[in-house]
Nanobody, 123 residues
Framework: QVRLMESGGGLVQAGGSMRLSCAAS????????MAWYRQVAGKQRELVAD???????NYHESVKGRFAISRDNVKNTVSLQMNSLKPEDTAVYYC?????????????????WGQGTLVTITS
């Protein structure tokens, strides 16, 4: 089992920067991918950035060039550096991981989420 614990978040002015971190614990060697999602009340959760092999990353179009995801496989953390923040970046940000488990002899791909951290950008 994998558990995720986020840190960071809070209030920052537009144009500022913020860093979110997520620490994984448990069966971390089975983690296949980690990502950051965000959700605004009343809207669907959307992918912000993901990293599958620890090297290549994918980003939502709206954050390209401003956000950077990084993963430390030794510390079992994934971070999201957010620069040039905009009011529209305001959301609850969730850490996500997909890991492989074996249940009754069968491979199971399990998704796990952090508790979410609120990021508020003021204009």
């Amino acid at each position: 089992q994998v558990r995720l614990m986020e840190s960071g978040g809070g209030l920052v002015q537009a144009g500022g920067s913020m860093r979110l971190s997520c620490a994984a614990s448990g069966s971390t060697s089975s983690i296949l991918a980690m990502a950051w999602y965000r959700q605004v009340a009343g809207k669907q959760r959307e992918l912000v950035a993901d990293m599958h092999d620890g090297r290549s990353a994918n980003y939502h179009e709206s954050v390209k060039g401003r956000f950077a995801i990084s993963r430390d496989n030794v510390k079992n953390t994934v971070s999201l550096q957010m620069n040039s923040l905009k009011p529209e970046d305001t959301a609850v940000y969730y850490c996500y991981a997909e890991y492989l488990d074996v249940v009754d002899g069968r491979d199971m791909y399990i998704e796990v989420w952090g508790q979410g951290t609120l990021v508020t950008i003021t204009s």
